[in-house]
T-cell receptor
C-alpha cells in the first residue's frame, strides 16, 4: 500500500458527460501528479500540482482540468467525455518536486460508453 | 525531449531462472533518474528500483538489480530467481532531475512459467 488513495476505483459513464476523479496523497506529500494509461497512448503524464499550485503540464487535453486543495487532495475533472478517454488514471505523490520516487495510487478505471 | 524505449513487448522465463528486461533512454540532461515499475494484472504501479545518473554502483533491491551502462544509455532490469508472482507488466521510466514528470516506456509483459 503506497499510502495514496484514489476514488472511485471504477467509473462507467457515457459520452458527453463530466466526471471528477479524486486523489489523496501520502501524508506530508506536497506534490501530486496525474497520469493516464491507455492502450494507444501508453502511460503519459498529464499534470502536476505542488502545494496548491500548478507546476508542470504534460499532454493534458483542454477538456481536462485539475486542482489541488488546501488539504492537498487533488481532483481531476474530465468533461465532454469521448470514447477515447477510456483509460486508467493514476495519481502519484511525492514529498517535493525534485524527490526521486513517486508513489502511485491504485488508479481509477474510467470507461466511456 | 526525453524518451524511453523498451524493445521487448513480451518475455518468457522459467521459474527460478534469471531474466533481463531491456531499457534504453535518450536525454540531453546530465542529471536524471531511472526507475522500474511493476504493474500486475490488478493494475497498481509498484516501484521496484531507482538508479541516479551519477550513481557509480548499480542499484540493487533484493532480487532486482539494475544494469546501468551510461555510455550506452541503457538501464536494464535483472530479476534473479524468478517467481510465479513476478508475472506482470514492467515499465522503465526516467525523470530529469530538473523536472518533475516521469516518462515511461511502452512496457514489457513478463510471464514466468512453472
Amino acid at each position: 500500500d503506497s499510502g495514496v488513495t484514489q476514488t472511485p476505483k471504477h467509473l462507467i459513464t457515457a459520452t458527453g458527460q463530466r466526471v471528477t476523479l479524486r486523489c489523496s496523497p501520502r501524508s506530508g506529500d506536497l506534490s501530486v501528479y496525474w497520469y493516464q494509461q491507455s492502450l494507444d497512448q501508453g502511460l503519459q503524464f498529464l499534470i502536476q500540482y505542488y502545494n496548491g499550485e500548478e507546476r508542470a503540464k504534460g499532454n493534458i487535453l483542454e477538456r481536462f482540468s485539475a486542482q489541488q486543495f488546501p488539504d492537498l487532495h487533488s481532483e481531476l475533472n474530465l468533461s465532454s467525455l469521448e470514447l477515447g478517454d477510456s483509460a486508467l488514471y493514476f495519481c502519484a505523490s511525492s514529498p517535493e518536486t525534485l524527490y526521486n520516487e513517486q508513489f502511485f495510487g491504485p488508479g481509477t478505471r474510467l470507461t466511456v460508453l | 525531449a526525453q524518451k524511453i524505449t523498451q524493445t521487448q513487448p513480451g518475455m518468457f522465463v522459467q521459474e527460478k531462472e534469471a531474466v533481463t528486461l531491456d531499457c534504453t533512454y535518450d536525454t540531453s540532461d546530465q542529471s536524471y533518474g531511472l526507475f522500474w515499475y511493476k504493474q500486475p494484472s490488478s493494475g497498481e504501479m509498484i516501484f521496484l528500483i531507482y538508479q541516479g545518473s551519477y550513481d557509480e554502483q548499480n542499484a540493487t533491491e533484493g532480487r532486482y538489480s539494475l544494469n546501468f551502462q551510461k555510455a550506452r544509455k541503457s538501464a536494464n532490469l535483472v530479476i534473479s530467481a524468478s517467481q510465479l508472482g513476478d508475472s506482470a507488466m514492467y515499465f522503465c521510466a526516467m525523470k530529469e532531475t530538473s523536472g518533475s514528470r516521469l516518462t515511461f516506456g511502452e512496457g514489457t509483459q513478463l510471464t514466468v512459467n512453472p
